[in-house]
């Protein structure tokens, strides 16, 4: 069968989440964030391939697991089931180290699902930062949602530190370093710091999250633009589209898809784009 491309789907190794008061919070991807906009891409002509820091498969947040996440419907939640469970390229993951090593030229676009792991590994791990940098330079479509937009502070040089800096409450040490961020002055949305608060009131107990991650971004340089709580909202800048929540999943799956179609169309007149990547067999 042929594809128009691969398209890079980022998961987290991470599932436990450490908060501030030290109690260890079990955590995963959103179901539908990584199954919408996956399965759109594939509805669309793409190859899905996903790629993890320890090159295991991704572990889902319990708390996504119903149908109140796909309009109420249970029969899309059992579709965002049997796609997860069905895709050769979700149930067969890579690590990302392995991705980058085989080359990044055939992948025409990259996603980053949330729920809370990016903000335990992907934020820092220095693969992905790789991977962001080739696709930041080749101006291809980067789609992150919910927390995921958190993990494009991987690009910077100083992406470790950022963190610690972070969970220190050290927003000078962040800010210095943040400096020379790719993504610096760039719209973008991430989970609201307000949305952050709902979640730790109901689902965790009344305990903090070490950081919130659309301050983060703020420190970093984002223009980072949010809606009221839980509404859809999604925003594309250049070659970056992020979305804000859960109910932004079929937004950011609707942008990426036009953007991945651009992109292919573009670059399929480009003497740059190799040959190998236009029409790839899966």
Known sequence: MKTKGKILTIGSSADTFALKDGRKEPMGYYLNELAIPAQAAVDAGYEIVLA?????????????????????????????????????????????????????????????PGGHPPMVDLMQDPDLGEVLRHFHAESKPTALLCHGPIAVTAAMSEAVHFRQALVKGDVAAAKSAAEGWQYAGYRMTIFSNDEEHYVEDNLMGGSKVPFYVATALEIAGGMVETNAGFEAHAVEDRELITGQNPPSDHAIADLFVKALDRYVAESATSSTFPVTSRYLSC
Do not use: C, M, W
């Open 52 to 112: 993890t820091p320890k090159g295991r498969k991704p572990v889902v947040d319990r708390h996504s697991l119903v149908a109140d996440h796909f309009g109420g419907s249970e029969e899309a939640l059992q579709k965002a089931l049997n796609f997860v469970a069905t895709n050769s390229g979700v149930q067969n993951p890579r690590s990302i180290r392995s991705v980058i090593d085989e080359g990044l030229d055939t992948y025409v676009g990259v996603f980053v």
